[in-house]
């Protein structure tokens, strides 16, 4: 049976999410890299596959498409080990408290990206936009008070929400122009705590050389979109 087919781009944290969840489990997939940047995602063939132009995007060896990361990740354990720790089957109250961190983490990322577009897209960051950014990130900080060492689920183990929320929150540590962990140290400390629980399954260090690089990227270009 052919190997399942990963489209991917190593500065999305959606994918990193997915190439996470796949590592943890043992998934071996295809890898094939979309150039965001030349709009590979635009190519007819691709538009076949996804019709949505996102990466990531996991096509099955059956044939059977899948995008959107929290949802990728989730059928990759459901298919492949359901009853996983990172989103056990048998554990109804647990897995709902994952999808809720899963659903909050969708509108989180948008939010404390958005300044981010903006200045990519040479538009003006309006004001609302860095305090809805910081408001949000207050009341999470203030909700993580109580977690003392823990993960999202109040637990020892992480799951897939705190995989998904750790790269969604990557936006900081590479652009901290507008959000700065340093205000919001609880959620600093949870944040810390997934980056080492990962090197477990990361021993060659993928994830931070990966943050590294598009840090540069990213401060890169947005320095050179500030200029015009
Ligand atoms: N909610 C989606 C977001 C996917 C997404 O926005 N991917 C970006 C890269 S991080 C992309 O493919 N952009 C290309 C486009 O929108 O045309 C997920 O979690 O997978």
Redesign the pocket.
Known sequence: MSKPIFYY?PF????R?VSTVAKILNVDMEMKKLD?LTKE??NPEFLKVNPF????TFVDSDGFVV????VIAMYLVESRKPDSFLYPKNDLKKRIQIDRWLHYD?NLSTTISAPMFCVFRGHQVQDYQVEQGKETLKTLDGVMQSFEGKFLTGADQFTLADIAMYFSLNTMEVYPKYFKFDDYPNLKSWYHRVAEALKQYDTEGTIPKAIETMKQFIQQRAAEAEKH
């Open positions: 781009h999305s944290g959606p994918c999410t965001l995602h635009l132009h996102k990466v990531p995008d959107e990361s929290r969708i």
